[in-house]
C-alpha cells in the first residue's frame, strides 16, 4: 500500500527509451540524442553512394544540434556540422565533390511558426540540396534544353529526394521518401503519471461502477490530485506510463486509458499560458492554459467607459479593462457547462441623453446606464455556453453609434463563446474514489466475585499485533467503569486486510485479589462489499487465565481473603510453681529471623499472635519455635533447649485459600 504523497519516486513500470533505429544505421553513442536520421536515397543511386545524415543534440533544452554524414558501407563520419539558431545555412562540401558540383546537401537552423496561439514555436531543421550553378544554367531565360539537357535536369532534381529513416517529434513520418524533408528539434520535457481523487458530483459518476477498465467518467476540473509520479524525457521517445497504485483509504475508481499509458513522447501544453483568441469592440478573451493537457480558463474582458484612453488592441494587457466573465476550467474540445466563477454584473454604460423617438420624452444618464450582463438566453443558444456583452457606447461592446443608446435601441451586443477549440494532450490519468473508512470499537468486561466493582478499580491494555516490527504497534491502556465495561478508544481502519490486536489485565497491588491472565485475541477483518464500501467483522478469542470459552472476553477476579493461624504451646516447670511471665519463647521464620517474642501464662500456656496468609503467600511456610535461655541462669534451672517446627501450607482451591 502506498501513502497519499505529492510526489513519488518509484517508477512502478514507468519507462523511458529512445526509439529503436533501424538495421544498416547507427545512433550516436553517449550522452547524446538522436532525433533524425536521412537516407539521401535518391542521391546515392545516382552517384554511387551509400550516405546517411544523422542529426543528434544533448538530453536538455538546447537547440543546439550536430549533424553528421555518415558512409553507411563503412559506419565512418565522413563530414560533421554544427547547427545553432546563428549558424545559417551550413553545407557538406563531400556531396558537392561526389555529386560532380551537381548537388550539395546542406542543413539549416528554422525558428519555427506557432501552431496555435496556445502553443510556442517550435524550431526545426531543415535538410535540402543546393543545385550546382551547371545546372540551374540549364534553366537560365533565353536558354533552350535539347533533351539531354532535359533529361540531365530531370535526374538532378531527383537526386534531392530523400528518405526519412528516424524523425523522432513526428513519428508518423518515419520511412518517408520526400525532398527537402525537416525535422523538429525535441524539447525536454517531464512526462507524468497523474493519481486523482474524482468529483462524486460530476454527472459521469457512477457509484455503483465495478469495472475500472470502463472508461466513462469525464474529468469537469474538479477533481483533486492524490499523487504524481514525472520523469523527464525527450520529444519522441518511447514512453510507458506509471502503472496502478493502491493509496490508504482510497480505490481505484478507473483506470488510465490505455491510448495514454504508452507511445511517443510529445510536448504537453505549457501551464500559465495565456493568449488572446478572440478581440473586438473593446472585448478579449483571453485563455490560460491551466492543464498540461490544454484545459484552459477562459475571461471576458470588456474595456471600461472611464478608461477608453488605455484601450489596447492585441495585447494581454488588461489595464483599463474590466474582467466581466471567468469560467471554470474547460477540457480541450469542450465548452461552458455551469454557472461562472466571476460574473461582473450590471455594467453601465456611457453618460448620454436618451429621446423616445414615439413620444418624444427625454431622459438624461449623466452618469450612464445600468444594463445587465448575463449568459446568452435567447432560443436557439446553448445553455451557459455564450456571453452577451451589452453596447455601452463609443465602439465598447459593439461597433454601433452613439446614436442607438440615444434612441433608446435596447439588445444591441456581441455575443462570445466561452470554449476551448484546443487539440488534447492526452495524460495518464489514473482517478480513484475516497473510500470512507470503517470503525471498530474494542471491549471487554470484567466481572468481580467477593466484593461490589469499583468505576476504574483494573486496568486493561490493548496493543497491535504488528508483523512490520519496524513499524510502531499501536497500544492503549483503559479501565473499567463500574458497570465492568472496559472500553478501548474507536480504531479506523481505510483499506482492506486482517489486523490483530490482544487484550490483557494489568495485574494490581491488591494482595486480596486473584488477577485474571487470560488473553483475549481480538481480529479484525476489513473487506469490500459489492458497492465497494468498506466494512469490517470482529471476532474474538481468548487463551489461558480464567477463561471459560473459546470466544471468552469477560475477565474474572475473585477477592480472595487471607487465612489465619496461630500457634500454641504449655509450658511445664518441675519442682516449684510456674509463674506468670516467667520464660520466654520466640517464633522465627525459615530465615531465622525473629517473627515474634512472648512469654508463659501463669496456667503454662504460651500463645503467638495469629499469623495471617493472603492471597500471595500461597506456598508452603517454615517456622520454629524455641525457649529462650536467659544470659542469667536461674540457680538449678534446667532450661528446655527443644525446637518446635511448624509447617504451614497455603493452597487456593476453587479461588478461595485453605491453610492445613
Same mark, same amino acid.
Given at each position: ?149 532535359? /533529361? ?20 508518423? *513520418? ?28 460530476? #454527472? ?67 501551464? &500559465?499560458?495565456?493568449?488572446?483568441? #478572440? @478581440? ?44 466581466? #466573465? ?70 465598447? &461592446? ?12 435596447? &439588445? ?72 465492568? /465495561? ?8 481505510? /483499506? ?61 477476579? *475473585? ?17 516449684? @510453681? ?47 519455635? @524455641? ?34
Amino acid at each position: 500500500m502506498g501513502k497519499v504523497t505529492p510526489e513519488i519516486r518509484d517508477a512502478n513500470g514507468a519507462t523511458v527509451r529512445s526509439q529503436t533505429v533501424p538495421a544498416g544505421y547507427a545512433a550516436k553513442e553517449g550522452d547524446w540524442y538522436t532525433y533524425s536520421i536521412v537516407d539521401l536515397e535518391e542521391f546515392n543511386k545516382r552517384y554511387n553512394t551509400n550516405y546517411y545524415s544523422r542529426s543528434y543534440k544533448r538530453f536538455d533544452d538546447s537547440t543546439d544540434t550536430i549533424v553528421e554524414l555518415i558512409d553507411k558501407t563503412t559506419g565512418n563520419v565522413v563530414e560533421t556540422r554544427t547547427i545553432t539558431a546563428t549558424s545559417g545555412v551550413q553545407k557538406f562540401t563531400t556531396t558537392a565533390t561526389a555529386s560532380r558540383g551537381e548537388l550539395t546537401y546542406q542543413v539549416d537552423y528554422d525558428k519555427g511558426t506557432p501552431a496555435s496561439k496556445a502553443e510556442p514555436a517550435q524550431p526545426f531543421l531543415q535538410y535540402g540540396y543546393e543545385v550546382g550553378a551547371s545546372i540551374q544554367a540549364l534553366v537560365a531565360p533565353g536558354h533552350q534544353l535539347t533533351p539531354d539537357e532535359q /533529361k540531365l535536369y530531370d535526374a538532378v532534381y531527383a537526386a534531392r529526394t530523400s528518405r526519412d529513416i528516424i524523425n523522432v517529434v513526428e513519428p508518423a *513520418y518515419n520511412g518517408r521518401t520526400i525532398t527537402d524533408t525537416n525535422s523538429k528539434i525535441p524539447a525536454f520535457v517531464e512526462k507524468t503519471t497523474y493519481y486523482r481523487v474524482v468529483d462524486k458530483n460530476n #454527472a459521469t459518476f457512477n457509484a455503483g461502477k465495478t469495472d475500472p477498465a470502463v472508461q466513462d467518467y469525464e474529468p469537469n476540473g474538479n477533481e483533486v490530485d492524490l499523487a504524481k509520479y514525472t520523469t523527464k524525457a525527450m520529444e519522441g521517445q518511447n514512453f510507458t506510463a506509471s502503472g496502478e497504485r493502491q493509496f490508504d483509504g482510497y480505490k481505484l475508481y478507473q483506470k488510465a486509458d490505455p491510448d495514454s499509458t504508452s507511445g511517443y513522447v510529445s510536448r504537453p501544453y505549457k501551464v &500559465g499560458t495565456k493568449f488572446i483568441d #478572440a @478581440e473586438r469592440a473593446g472585448i478579449k478573451r483571453i485563455k490560460e492554459i491551466v492543464d498540461e493537457d490544454g484545459t484552459v480558463v477562459v475571461r471576458v474582458y470588456l474595456l471600461d467607459p472611464k478608461q477608453q484612453s488605455k484601450r489596447s488592441d492585441g495585447s494581454l494587457s488588461t489595464d483599463g479593462y474590466m474582467l466581466l #466573465a471567468e469560467t471554470k476550467p474547460i477540457k480541450p474540445g469542450d465548452y461552458n457547462k455551469q454557472e461562472l466563477a466571476v460574473k461582473k454584473t450590471p455594467l453601465t454604460t456611457i453618460p448620454y441623453t436618451e429621446t423616445n423617438p414615439k413620444t418624444g420624452a427625454v431622459t438624461q444618464y449623466p452618469n450612464g446606464k445600468e444594463v445587465p450582463f448575463d449568459f446568452q438566453k435567447a432560443a436557439g443558444y446553448t445553455p451557459y455556453k455564450t456571453v452577451f456583452v451589452p453596447f455601452l457606447g463609443d465602439n465598447i &461592446g459593439h461597433l454601433s453609434p452613439n446614436a442607438q443608446l440615444e434612441r433608446g435601441v435596447n &439588445g444591441i451586443g456581441t455575443n462570445v463563446d466561452l470554449l476551448n477549440s484546443l487539440t488534447p494532450y492526452k495524460q495518464p490519468v489514473y482517478y480513484y474514489v475516497k473510500q470512507e473508512p470503517v470503525e471498530v470499537t474494542p471491549e471487554v468486561e470484567k466481572q468481580l466475585e467477593g466484593r461490589v466493582l469499583a468505576n476504574g478499580e483494573f486496568t486493561f491494555k490493548l496493543k497491535e499485533v504488528q508483523p512490520n516490527k519496524s513499524l510502531p504497534a499501536h497500544e492503549e491502556t483503559v479501565t473499567n467503569k463500574a458497570d465492568g /465495561k472496559a472500553t478501548f478508544s474507536k480504531l479506523t481502519f481505510n /483499506k482492506v486486510g486482517t489486523y490483530t490486536y490482544t487484550i490483557t489485565e494489568t495485574p494490581g497491588s491488591d494482595a486480596n485479589v486473584e488477577y485474571d491472565a487470560m488473553t483475549v485475541t481480538m481480529t479484525v477483518k476489513v473487506t469490500e462489499n459489492a458497492q465497494g464500501d468498506l466494512q469490517a467483522t470482529v471476532k474474538y478469542s481468548a487463551e489461558g487465565g480464567f477463561k471459560s470459552s473459546a470466544d471468552d472476553k469477560i475477565f474474572n477476579n *475473585y477477592v480472595v481473603a487471607p487465612v489465619k493461624t496461630k500457634f500454641d504451646f504449655t509450658k511445664k516447670l518441675a519442682g516449684r @510453681e510456674l509463674k506468670d511471665g516467667e520464660f520466654k519463647f520466640v517464633l522465627k521464620d525459615a530465615n531465622g529471623q525473629e517473627v515474634e517474642t512472648v512469654t508463659n501464662k501463669a496456667d503454662g500456656t504460651v500463645t503467638f499472635t495469629e499469623l495471617s496468609f493472603d492471597n500471595s503467600k500461597v506456598g508452603t511456610h517454615t517456622y520454629t519455635v @524455641e525457649e529462650v535461655v536467659p544470659a542469667a541462669k536461674e540457680a538449678g534451672m534446667v532450661y528446655d533447649t527443644m525446637k518446635a517446627t511448624i509447617t504451614v501450607e497455603v493452597a487456593k482451591w476453587s479461588h478461595i485459600n485453605n491453610c492445613n
